[in-house]
Structure formats: C-alpha cells, structure tokens
C-alpha cells in the first residue's frame, strides 16, 4: 500500500462516525468532521460537465469578488490542478504533491508551500487528486481544507470557491458540497450539458439531507441563447444566475493564461466583465436556495430538443 493510501486508509477509519440520515438511498457516506466545517466565510462550490468552462468561470467570479473588495481563495479540486492558472500564470504543486514531499508530515508545511497569491489578491489552492486508480478525492479535499484550518488562513477569508472535477458525483468529488453554502453548475444550452446538471442536482439534493449545502442556479455559459435551459429551469425549479456568450476573447484569455479582467478591453469584454460584478454581487448579498426536483434520465429525453 503505497502512502497516500496508507494515509486515505488511516484517515477514513478515524472519521467513520454513522450519519443521521442517509445522503442519498444505497449512500455509504459520512458526516465530515466538525472540526472541519468552514464557519467564517461564505463558500460555493461549481460544478458542471467536463470541459464546459468551470475554472474559466471560478476564475473570473474569483476577481470579480476581489474587486468587490473581498478577500478570495479559490480551491482547484482536479488532479490536472489547471484551475487557476489564469490567476498565477503557472501550474501550482498540488496539496497531495507538497504533502508526498515531505512525507505526508503536515507539520512540516509552511502555507507558502501550497497557497499561492494570484491576480488582485485572488489566494489560490490546488488540491490536486491521487494518482488515477489509487485513492479518493475526498481524502484530498479533507485534507487541504485541515491544512487551511491548521494554517488559520480561512479566517482572513470572506468568499471560498471550490472548483470540482467535471460532472463526477461520486463521494469523493462530492466532498465539497460538504462544506459549501451554496452549490452552483456550470452549463452550456446543449443536451449533455442539461443532462449533466440534472445528474449535479440529484447529487446536491442527497448532500442536503445532512449539509447546509443547497442549490443556487445555473450559470449558463459558451450559449448565444438558453431556451433548452429555460425549458429544463420552469420544469425542476432552476434558475439561471448568470449569462456568458461563447466570445471568441473567453477563449483567448485561457491561452493568454489571464482573467478576462487583465485582457484589452472592448464593448464586448465590458459587457461580460459586468455580467461576473452582477453574478458577485449577487452571490455575496445571498441567493434563495432553490427546491428542485431533478429528473430520471428518460425525462431528460423527452424534454430536450425539437419534436
């Protein structure tokens, strides 16, 4: 057994504490250690099929709260940990890789090892993943958030934004909605990108039954329009939060390795630089949680598309 799953194996047997209620039929999950719970600022966590532009999202929501004046870490939880490099200009080591480093001694850490000032004050983690096939992602994620509470760096924290994996809902990558207010889903008006989200919300309404966790809206991004999403929101309860066009600067702006806020600005790029301060400003005055029911599969079907 080699050591992250030594250390995986150490921690979840000290955490296997029987849950009050079921997350979900058939759930083998457990409630998170109190100790862990993030109490002193407000937490979201982004989700959405894989490729549809979450870190591009996290990212640029990012700056925009920190030109709101709040203080801002954003938490990349994919083992290709890409999800802020716009905001530092390089791939971060991961909290797995500086752990491996120093033989999963946390104590050796400095916060430097691992948290990385990026663009307007941005602070930025990326939690990385364990090898493909060895481990869970939410022994990362737990393990970042214990290193951040040891490093007492969440309490000069007013906005956390967890940037997860793709559209996996396993435990493990649901681990964040553990600790995240509300849960926000990245998504394109295309089928896969619906069909995906439908999957996200069934996921977040299983945390809710023991979390605080509950659904805040879609953000409907890379559309021109968001007629199938519109049609998918009046039937589950969805709302749309936020509306980013599929523009040609977005895509330069991830080759560019910076936020939309550092590229030359146009009419267009305004525009949608506005849209992210309205979506912050939203997000930090509060969000209703949303009551939504998602659908079965075949649902999802018959709803999408044209006749």
């Known amino acids: 057994m080699n050591e992250l799953n030594k250390n995986h194996a150490t921690a979840t047997a000290g955490s296997q504490t029987p849950a009050k209620g079921a997350d979900g039929e058939g759930s083998v999950q457990v409630h998170m250690d109190p100790s862990m719970i993030i109490d002193t600022a407000k937490v979201f966590s982004v989700y959405g099929k894989g490729g549809i532009g979450k870190s591009t999202t996290s990212s640029n929501l990012s700056v925009a709260f920190s030109k709101l004046g709040k203080r801002v870490l954003q938490i990349g939880c994919d083992p290709k940990h890409d999800s ?108 896969d990108s619906i069909f995906a989200m439908n999957r996200i919300v069934a996921a977040i309404e299983a945390k809710s039954k023991n979390y605080g966790v509950r659904v805040g809206g879609v953000i409907a991004n890379r559309s021109a329009g968001t007629d199938e999403i519109d049609r998918f929101n009046d039937v589950v309860g969805m709302k749309t939060l936020a509306h980013f066009p599929d523009l040609d600067v977005i895509r330069k702006s991830r080759l560019k390795k910076s936020t939309l806020f550092e590229m030359d600005t146009s009419p267009e790029l305004e525009a949608v630089q506005n849209e992210y301060l309205q979506l912050a400003e939203t997000l930090w005055a509060g969000v209703d949680p949303l009551e939504v029911s998602p659908l079965k599969d075949r649902e999802i079907f018959d709803l999408l598309g044209f006749d």
């Open 84 to 191: 802020t490099f716009t905001l530092t200009k390089q791939l971060m080591p991961t909290v797995i890789d500086v752990l491996a480093s120093v033989e999963f001694h946390a104590e050796e850490l400095r916060i430097d090892d691992f948290v990385y000032e990026g663009y307007n004050g941005v602070m930025c983690v990326e939690a990385g993943g364990p090898p493909a096939g060895t481990g869970c992602g939410g022994y990362v994620v737990g393990q970042t958030v214990k290193l951040l509470k040891e490093h007492h760096l969440l309490e000069d924290t007013d906005v956390v934004i967890f940037d997860v994996l793709g559209d996996v809902v396993c435990g493990g990558f649901a681990a964040p909605l553990q600790h995240a207010d509300r849960a926000l889903i990245v998504a394109a008006n295309d089928f």
